[in-house]
């Protein structure tokens, strides 16, 4: 059954799709009908079907990105939705520990290309007078303790980035939101689990709803805020982080 009937045929571009939360979004995106163009750093293992157009691509390269762009234009067309999902982590390290070089690219990953992608496409979502951009955001964008110094840092200027992109274009048909994730099992957190999974047994204590969430969940929060029905949320930054960040 298609939930959302404004997502069949749209084009949808997704970063950090290989795995995780990217590759739950592609998914989702395609069991609606879009057409989903995606990127990643690391190779596609998953198939995923004829409406679904992968290129491997570092997201802290412009020149690749470009690329990526113009391929997707010319072989699906150009982006109605644009999902800026890559990001990495920085092993939870405080300043002190935190090297400039991991500064640059924990910047270079989960900020600047979101940047570089929206500015990208955005000129033919204004021509178009309409276009969707989700940008992930954490629970680490709203309160400290989701990650270190720089993974916080730039989740909270992904925060800031969203909100001004969405007071800035809303009148011209563009709806921009953010997706606060807290704890989702992915390959991303993977070192969670190892061993006895005492820290993953943490989080999960820690957590009011006291689980993990899928990225499945995350997935379908982005179908609703890609979708009509949520065209009147605009700048919104939702949190799905079982209420961790009610206390």
């Known amino acids: 059954m298609n939930h959302y009937e404004s997502l069949a045929?749209?084009?949808v571009l997704i970063t950090g799709v290989a795995s995780g939360i990217g590759e739950a979004q592609a998914a989702a995106f395609l069991a609606q009908g879009a057409y989903v163009y995606g990127i990643d750093k690391q190779p596609m293992i998953r198939t995923m079907g004829e409406n679904f157009h992968f290129k491997q691509v570092d997201v802290t390269d412009p020149t690749q990105l470009e690329a990526a762009v113009m391929t997707c234009e010319h072989t699906?067309?150009?982006v109605d939705i644009?999902?800026?999902t890559a990001g990495?982590?920085?092993?939870y390290r405080p300043l002190l520990e935190t090297t400039e070089t991991l500064f640059q690219t924990i910047y270079e990953t989960n900020l600047l290309s979101y940047f570089r992608l929206t500015k990208r496409v955005l000129p033919t979502m204004l021509e178009k007078g309409s276009g969707v951009i989700i940008n992930m955001a954490s629970i680490a964008g709203l309160v400290a303790g989701g990650g270190g110094i720089a993974y916080t840092t730039f989740k909270h200027a992904v925060?800031?980035?969203t909100k001004q992109l969405a007071l800035d274009y809303a009148d011209q048909g563009i709806s921009v939101k953010a997706i606060a994730p807290g704890a989702i099992k992915t390959p991303m957190n993977a070192a969670d689990f190892q061993g006895d999974g005492m820290i993953a047994k943490w989080v999960a204590k820690e957590t009011p709803v006291k689980r993990w969430a899928s990225?499945?969940?995350v997935a379908e929060l982005t179908l609703f805020l890609a979708s009509e029905q949520a065209s009147y949320l605009q700048g919104a930054v939702v949190p799905i982080d079982g209420g961790w960040t009610l206390k």
């Open 76 to 78: 699906v067309g150009s």
């Open 159 to 161: 925060v800031g980035f």
């Open 88 to 91: 990495i982590l920085d092993e």
């Open 215 to 217: 990225a499945d969940e």
């Open 9 to 11: 045929k749209k084009v």
């Open 82 to 84: 644009l999902v800026n």
